[in-house]
């Protein structure tokens, strides 16, 4: 009996001491927390610098594409706009355009219809003519004297005259008595005359767009003056 006994005990302590270790064995230490905690602090790290940049590209192309989708509109509205233009008519308002402001001026074609009116149609004597070269045209002072009627026929004929398109500025008229008592009148003015130059750089494509029929007034104008030429 007592054997069993002591048998009986020697088991359970057995049993116990399997139980105790695997206590033991199931209890949490610190190393077992720094691998879940070392991934836990890796996937934040991922997050802010995987993820978070993401998001903002994300935005971004979104940015991009209502942009894309802005200038597809402006593209498609400009084709609209350039497909009712007469391509036949366009290129011959390019051609008349050109001769009336054309991209060299020459000094001397430029004087020549305007002293042409003053001396020969008007009978207006010189007092002042010169014309140099300026930015993009020719400008200069030009100076006549000769009967009124005369005088002011030039101011209203001189613009349609010439076949380029001229500007005329600080126009000045006097009279004075010559000594037979009668009157002689004086004209002064700055006239300028414009060519174009070879641009540098593309158009841009995008920007706004107005149709050069708008002003055919304008192109009538030019036409009138690159038939004289």
Do not use: C, H
């Amino acid at each position: 009996m007592a054997l069993i006994t002591s048998q009986s005990e020697k088991k359970r302590r057995e049993e116990f001491n399997v139980v105790s270790k695997k206590v033991k064995k199931s209890k949490l230490s610190l190393t077992d927390l720094i691998i879940p905690i070392a991934s836990g602090a890796v996937f934040i790290i991922l997050s802010f610098a995987v993820f978070v940049p993401m998001v903002k590209s994300a935005f971004g192309y979104l940015d991009e594409i209502k942009v894309t989708d802005e200038k597809i509109e402006q593209l498609e509205k400009l084709n609209k706009q350039l497909n009712r233009l007469d391509e036949n008519q366009l290129n011959e308002d390019i051609l008349t355009a050109r001769q009336v402001i054309p991209r060299v001026l020459l000094v001397s074609n430029f004087v020549y219809y305007i002293d042409d009116l003053a001396k020969n149609q008007l009978q207006l004597v010189i007092s002042e003519l010169s014309s140099s070269d300026s930015i993009n045209g020719v400008s200069g002072p030009l100076g006549y004297s000769g009967a009124y009627s005369n005088v002011i026929a030039f101011l209203d004929d001189v613009q349609n005259v010439s076949p380029y398109m001229i500007r005329l500025e600080n126009v000045e008229i006097s009279a004075r008595d010559d000594e037979l008592g009668s009157q002689t009148w004086n004209i002064s003015l700055q006239v300028s005359g414009y060519y174009m130059t070879d641009e540098l750089g593309e158009p841009n494509i995008y920007g706004p767009f107005q149709p050069y029929t708008e002003y055919e007034d304008i192109m009538e104008i030019f036409r009138r003056k690159a038939s004289s030429l």
